[in-house]
């Protein structure tokens, strides 16, 4: 069989929601690997019309009515659905699927805003600086597998983007490592207890290079995932400064702090913790599997059944946008791909609803993007400039 008549095969199966996951896999490859995106957009574009199956536009607008109507007064905004396809080959197919499923009445024709190879910005990678406790820094996206140090009692192993701490014979007093994550960059850690932690783009982790205490306490900020080592005799805390304080003894949960946002969210993926507000006995709350705590300043908000997917997506290679407004969006692509975004004029408040990968280089999301309504312009310095 043809390529393209692959192709049509593979994205028809998609629409009707009937792919398999090795379909899925081999569509990726297609418009991937192969350059088939171009191919994907005329068959898509020659079937806008049709009613796309399993989508309920009511349901997804009063969705997301509440969600703009819970906490500020109702505006005029436009709501882009991208479809709940738990997986996307390209930004093309995802957010170009929304946009039609609205634009198809009043169709408008498509910007294409980088296409210009040197232009474009690759997505994220695995990288981090390493701060020692005598202040000297270690690179360690160009830094190759083995031994990257030894300190007070810990032996450092950089092997395959995983840092390893590996307690030995304990010696001095205690000595603390930071490990940062700058925009563009992510990176994984297990600590010397065997917990591990996933850094998200720019954050921070402070710990021990060795638990000799009463617990194990390490301080955060930004977005990471924990998977914490069970350990009764010595609970786990995470203090966020200025946020919240943190205690567990073996779970996973997500944290998503970053300084420049107002709100900080910790999601508990399983076990259970305790947070209190940073620096205070009182107030404390205790989350369970499933359960999101909202944190804005010393106002905590637990919310029932919250949407885990959503909060670990970027630990599994994706953006989840469900119920997300422009700005947040573009909070979370600026980080991942080192951005400055700015905004010029009057933007209209834009919500979205689907996933798509942070492999995807810059040009596909903005080109995606596009199909949504919002218009860019990217200058020198990764300046994206936001439009009406």
């Given at each position: 069989?043809?390529?393209?008549?692959?192709?049509?095969?593979?994205?028809?199966?998609?629409?009707?929601?009937?792919?398999?996951?090795?379909?899925?896999?081999?569509?990726?490859?297609?418009?991937?690997?192969?350059?088939?995106?171009?191919?994907?957009?005329?068959?898509?574009?020659?079937?806008?019309?049709?009613?796309?199956?399993?989508y309920s536009a009511q349901q997804w607008r009063q969705v997301a009515d509440q969600i703009l109507q819970s906490d500020k007064p109702p505006i005029t905004t436009r709501v882009h659905y991208l479809h709940r396809w738990w997986w996307a080959a390209a930004a093309v197919v995802l957010m170009a699927a929304g946009a039609w499923y609205f634009n198809r009445n009043n169709p408008?024709?498509?910007?294409?805003?980088?296409?210009?190879?040197?232009?474009?910005?690759?997505?994220?990678?695995?990288?981090?600086?390493?701060?020692?406790?005598?202040?000297?820094?270690?690179?360690?996206?160009?830094?190759?597998?083995?031994?990257?140090?030894?300190?007070?009692?810990?032996?450092?192993?950089?092997?395959?983007?995983?840092?390893?701490?590996?307690?030995?014979?304990?010696?001095?007093?205690?000595?603390?490592?930071?490990?940062?994550?700058?925009?563009?960059?992510q990176f994984n850690i297990i600590l010397p207890d065997g917990s591990k932690v996933w850094l998200n783009a720019g954050s921070s982790l402070r710990f021990p290079v060795a638990f000799n205490g009463a617990d194990r306490a390490v301080?955060?900020?930004?977005?990471?995932?924990?998977?914490?080592?069970?350990?009764?005799?010595?609970?786990?805390?995470?203090?966020?400064?200025?946020?919240?304080?943190?205690?567990?003894?073996?779970?996973?949960?997500?944290?998503?702090?970053?300084?420049?946002?107002?709100?900080?969210?910790?999601?508990?993926?399983?076990?259970?913790?305790?947070?209190?507000?940073?620096?205070?006995?009182?107030?404390?709350?205790?989350?369970?599997?499933?359960?999101?705590?909202?944190?804005?300043?010393?106002?905590?908000?637990?919310?029932?059944?919250?949407?885990?997917?959503?909060?670990?997506?970027?630990?599994?290679?994706?953006?989840?946008?469900?119920?997300?407004?422009?700005?947040?969006?573009?909070?979370?692509?600026?980080?991942?791909?080192?951005?400055?975004?700015?905004?010029?004029?009057?933007?209209?408040?834009?919500?979205?609803?689907?996933?798509?990968?942070?492999?995807?280089?810059?040009?596909?999301?903005?080109?995606?993007?596009?199909?949504?309504?919002?218009?860019?312009?990217?200058?020198?310095?990764?300046?994206?400039?936001?439009?009406?």
């Amino acid at each position: 069989m043809e390529p393209n008549a692959r192709l049509t095969y593979l994205l028809e199966r998609l629409a009707s929601h009937t792919a398999t996951a090795a379909e899925l896999d081999e569509l990726t490859a297609l418009v991937e690997r192969d350059g088939l995106i171009d191919d994907a957009e005329s068959w898509l574009e020659a079937h806008s019309q049709q009613q796309l199956p399993s989508y309920s536009a009511q349901q997804w607008r009063q969705v997301a009515d509440q969600i703009l109507q819970s906490d500020k007064p109702p505006i005029t905004t436009r709501v882009h659905y991208l479809h709940r396809w738990w997986w996307a080959a390209a930004a093309v197919v995802l957010m170009a699927a929304g946009a039609w499923y609205f634009n198809r009445n009043n169709p408008q024709p498509v910007r294409q805003m980088v296409r210009n190879a040197s232009q474009d910005v690759p997505p994220g990678q695995t990288g981090a600086v390493l701060t020692l406790a005598d202040g000297s820094q270690l690179v360690l996206d160009s830094a190759g597998n083995g031994v990257v140090t030894r300190q007070n009692g810990a032996k450092v192993v950089l092997q395959n983007g995983d840092l390893q701490y590996t307690p030995e014979q304990a010696t001095g007093a205690a000595a603390y490592n930071t490990i940062t994550t700058a925009k563009g960059r992510q990176f994984n850690i297990i600590l010397p207890d065997g917990s591990k932690v996933w850094l998200n783009a720019g954050s921070s982790l402070r710990f021990p290079v060795a638990f000799n205490g009463a617990d194990r306490a390490v301080e955060f900020t930004g977005e990471a995932y924990f998977e914490v080592a069970a350990n009764a005799r010595q609970p786990f805390r995470v203090k966020v400064p200025g946020r919240i304080d943190l205690e567990v003894l073996g779970t996973a949960f997500n944290i998503n702090a970053y300084t420049n946002d107002r709100n900080s969210y910790t999601t508990l993926v399983n076990g259970a913790v305790k947070i209190s507000p940073a620096g205070k006995t009182s107030g404390t709350v205790v989350l369970k599997p499933g359960e999101q705590l909202l944190a804005t300043g010393s106002s905590f908000d637990v919310m029932g059944n919250a949407n885990v997917e959503k909060a670990i997506a970027w630990k599994n290679g994706l953006f989840n946008f469900d119920g997300v407004g422009l700005k947040d969006m573009m909070r979370q692509l600026e980080r991942w791909y080192d951005l400055e975004v700015v905004y010029e004029g009057n933007v209209p408040d834009i919500v979205f609803f689907g996933e798509m990968s942070r492999k995807l280089k810059l040009s596909d999301v903005l080109n995606g993007l596009e199909r949504s309504d919002v218009h860019f312009r990217l200058e020198e310095g990764r300046k994206l400039i936001v439009m009406p």
